[in-house]
Every structure is written in structure tokens, then in C-alpha cells.
């Protein structure tokens, strides 16, 4: 069989379920073998889709089953979910198409489930959206656990912090496509003339509001096709995580440590901060992944950074108080970014946030003792669980009168107009949230160690 987009997304979303790998490498390294970009961008919303709303998805199918869906054969389960998917989510596809396209799919590889598919997937498509849902007001958790396809413990977690309304707005920003930002290297660069020559290569960019250097893009398409990447003009990251290096601000000339530095988008911020003179100390635990810092320093036109394979509860060779500005940017459960990760709500348990605080104190702690007296030491996560924010740097504090916070409002580059967020950078911490500023969910914390 010919492979088509919904062919790869069955094969990648049975793989996934079996635990063999995750959906964005999977697709990374098999998008490929469809020609072409329209394929390769269904198959992506297949993918992506299938899995963000799968608990949805499931309600729905499960109407029409006798038998639970955990009972049938995994690839059948992945034919019934990318059926529905189309047929409750994708306008653009015919109801039919959706049908018979799936009942292909099962042909050539569970032909015994032809006929159940196409009497589910038929009663999918009359149902639609008429869902027999749980009662908002009497089983809050349960109807926006189902409704926004979100695991049960995770929705009551925030239900119980935001209430209803908010934790609604964030389960629904989840599940939308994230914004794609990039990063004008101003080494090479400066936004205006990286937006005007990305439009020479086709593409349109919109100038961010918070971050001096940040463009919004409407889509990429393969990257290392386009001239300007392969220049090192700019790298991909998100708006929020380009706050960072201007929290830290580096000077030109510094020694600044980067405690967990893979794959390298803030440890090269900061490099094109400091006009790349001085240092930077990268470390990771993950020595595979610092090659990929080392590609992206390659490809930015970045000489300062030096990588070093060691775990940041150590740090051995860094001599103590001896860096002007430390990143920790700290390994974290990601519930701040489900929408750039569709699978990754799934593979969260509630126990995972137990065990990180202890983590990121300790790499805290000791990133902090290399701080000179009168630096700068950075903490940030992609998380909006206090445990691994507020209450890491609260721990840390008290253990630490040696560093004081300093408003951070005096160094984002732009201006926090919400009261809440002008108190928490009083005390030198951020909480974003996308369904309160329309970013990721970042968290940023900035200390400065007095002076002796
Ligand atoms: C949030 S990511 C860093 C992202 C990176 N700063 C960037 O902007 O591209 C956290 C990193 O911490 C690393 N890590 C996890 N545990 C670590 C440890 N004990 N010591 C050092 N690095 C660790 C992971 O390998 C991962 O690359």
C-alpha cells in the first residue's frame, strides 16, 4: 500500500501507545516518506490531534462499542480514534471520506474489523457533537476532564486553584496548535531585517511584543530548506523562554554557567546577549544532547560556549562564587506546554511533580553556590505547578539569605500591567499563564548574591 498520511499516523500513533517512542520524534524522522507538504501536514494534525483529544474521542466511540476499547487490538483502536478525529475536528474532510478512509486503512491490516469500524464510525458521524456529557455543575472535574480530553487528577489540580471558568480556558488553549516563535540572532541580524528576509523566502513574520528580538511566524515548513536557517539568521524558540536572557542579562565579557543547558536555545541566547565574548559553561546530564548544542552554537556563528557532560547537583570544575550570571533552567513536569506536546499530558503522573522539587532545589542550590558575590542567578521552569516554582524558590530562600530578589519588572523587556504579576515581581518572581497572558506556562525567578 501506498503510504498515505493517514497510514503514518496509524503506524506512528500505534507506536506511541506501545510506548516504543514519542509522537514528535516519530514524526520527525518519518514525515519524510510522504512527498508531499500537504501530506506531511495532514499526517501532523493526525498525529497531534489523535493524541490531545483522546479521552474525547474515546467517550464518543466508546457510545457505540459493546466491548471496551482497551479490548480490541491496538492499530484498530488508532483507526477508530483517527476516524473520529476527522469526523468530529476536521471540518474540511467529508463525513464519508472519514469513513471509508479508515475502513481502507483496517483492509490492509485488521481486515476482521472492517465491518465493526464502519458501523461505529457511521454512528459517530450521526451523533456528532450530541455527547450525553457529565454535568458541569454537578461533576465539574469529570465534565472537563472529558469534554477538554485532560487526565482526571490533572484537571482537579487546577480546578482547584483557578476554579472552573480559568481551568476551562487552559484546557482549551491545550488543545489548540501552539504559536510558532522564533529568535532573530542579533549577531547576525536584527528582527526587522530577519522579517524581511524571510518574506523574500516566502515566509510572512510578525514582530513580538514582549521580547525585542522575537518574530511570530505562521508556519515553517521543513526548516533546513529555507536560506535564512541555514545562515544561523535564527533559531526556534518560544516568546516566553526568550525572557530569560534578558532576566539574567549577561554582559559582554562575562563568565556565565548554564547548569541544564540542552538543547541549547537559552544557553545561545545568552551567547548572542554577550555579543558572544566571554564564557559559557554549559552543562547536562544528557551528554547526547549536548551535541545539539553544539549544532546550534555551530550553525548561530557562536564560539563561547563550552559543553560539559556532568550532572548540576555537582558541577565539578566550576570553581565556587566564580560566575557573573547562573541559569538554572531546570528539568520540570512541562504542564506548561501540553499544546507543543500532544502526548505528553498522558505520560504525567501526579507523583512525577512529588518527586522534581527535591531535584531542583538541589541543582538550585548547587548552581547557586558559583554565583560571585553581586551576580545574578536565574531559575526558570516550563510548569505551572507551584511545587516546582514558588515553593522551590521559597525552600531556597530560607536556606539562602546570602541571595535577594530584585524586581524583575525592571528587567522584562516589556511592562506587566496585571496588579498580581507586579506583586510577584516585586519579589523577583513570573508565573505566565496561557490562559491569563497568552503565553507558555513559564516561570522565571531572578537573585542577586549580595556582595561581601
Ligand atoms: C528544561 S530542559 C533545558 C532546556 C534548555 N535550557 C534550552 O533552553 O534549550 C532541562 C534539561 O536538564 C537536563 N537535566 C536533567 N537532569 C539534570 C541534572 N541532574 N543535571 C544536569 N542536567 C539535567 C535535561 O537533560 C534537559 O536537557
Redesign the pocket.
Given at each position: 500500500m501506498r503510504r498515505s498520511p493517514r497510514f503514518l499516523a496509524a503506524e506512528i500513533l500505534s507506536r506511541v501507545e506501545s510506548g516504543a517512542s514519542y509522537a514528535n520524534i516519530l514524526l520527525q524522522h518519518n514525515l519524510g516518506a510522504l512527498s508531499e507538504p500537504r501530506e506531511r501536514s495532514l499526517a501532523t494534525v493526525l498525529v497531534n490531534g489523535c493524541l490531545k483529544h483522546r479521552l474525547t474521542l474515546d467517550y464518543a466511540l466508546r457510545l457505540h462499542l459493546r466491548k471496551p476499547m482497551s479490548s480490541l487490538p491496538v492499530r484498530v483502536r488508532q483507526i477508530l480514534r483517527l476516524g473520529a478525529f476527522q469526523l468530529l475536528y476536521l471540518d474540511k474532510i467529508p463525513g464519508a471520506v472519514a469513513v471509508n478512509e479508515s475502513v481502507e486503512l483496517a483492509k490492509t491490516s485488521e481486515p476482521k474489523f472492517t465491518a465493526l469500524l464502519n458501523g461505529v464510525l457511521r454512528r459517530v458521524m450521526e451523533t456528532g457533537w450530541d455527547l450525553p456529557w457529565p454535568e458541569a455543575a454537578r461533576e465539574p472535574v469529570r465534565y472537563l476532564s472529558v469534554r477538554h480530553s485532560h487526565p482526571d487528577w490533572l484537571v482537579r489540580r487546577w480546578w482547584k486553584r483557578w476554579g472552573f471558568t480559568e481551568t476551562e480556558e487552559l484546557l482549551r488553549l491545550d488543545n489548540e496548535p501552539a504559536p510558532l516563535w522564533i529568535r532573530a540572532n542579533v549577531l547576525r541580524t536584527d528582527r526587522e531585517g530577519l522579517r524581511e528576509r524571510l518574506l523574500l523566502e516566502g515566509v510572512a513574520a510578525e514582530p513580538g511584543e514582549r521580547v525585542p528580538e522575537s518574530l511570530r511566524v505562521s508556519g515553517l515548513g521543513a526548516l533546513a530548506e529555507l536560506a535564512a536557517f541555514r545562515e544561523g539568521l535564527f533559531t526556534v524558540?518560544d516568546e516566553s523562554?526568550q525572557m530569560?536572557a534578558h532576566v539574567l542579562r549577561p554582559q559582554s565579557g562575562d563568565a556565565v554557567l548554564?547548569?541544564?543547558?540542552?538543547?541549547?536555545?537559552?544557553?545561545t541566547h545568552l551567547a548572542e546577549f554577550m555579543h558572544n565574548t566571554g564564557s559559557i559553561s554549559a552543562?547536562?546530564?544528557?551528554e547526547g544532547?549536548l551535541r545539539l548544542v553544539e549544532e546550534l552554537a555551530g550553525r548561530l556563528g557562536i564560539s563561547i560556549i563550552h559543553t560539559y557532560p556532568?550532572?548540576?547537583?555537582e558541577l565539578s570544575g566550576v570553581e565556587d562564587e566564580s560566575q557573573d550570571g547562573v541559569?538554572v533552567?531546570?528539568?520540570?513536569s512541562g504542564l506548561g506546554i501540553l499544546r507543543r506536546k500532544a502526548d505528553l499530558r498522558w505520560r504525567k503522573e501526579e507523583k512525577d511533580i512529588e518527586a522534581l522539587p527535591q531535584?531542583q532545589l538541589a541543582?538550585l542550590e548547587r548552581a547557586a553556590a558559583k554565583v560571585r558575590p553581586g551576580g545574578t542567578l536565574v531559575y526558570s521552569?516550563?510548569t505551572v505547578e507551584p511545587e516546582e516554582n514558588f515553593e522551590v524558590v521559597k525552600a531556597f530562600r530560607s536556606a539562602h539569605a546570602e541571595f535577594v530578589p530584585a524586581d524583575l519588572a525592571e528587567r522584562l523587556p516589556f511592562s506587566l500591567s496585571d496588579p498580581r504579576d507586579r506583586r510577584q515581581a516585586e519579589k523577583g518572581m513570573l508565573q505566565l499563564l496561557p490562559q491569563r497572558h497568552g503565553t507558555d506556562g513559564f516561570f522565571l525567578a531572578q537573585f542577586t548574591r549580595r556582595e561581601v
Open positions: 524558540q523562554s530569560v548554564d547548569a541544564c543547558s540542552a538543547p541549547g536555545g537559552k544557553t552543562f547536562d546530564r544528557h544532547k556532568g550532572d548540576a547537583r541559569l533552567d531546570a528539568p520540570c531535584l541543582i521552569t516550563c
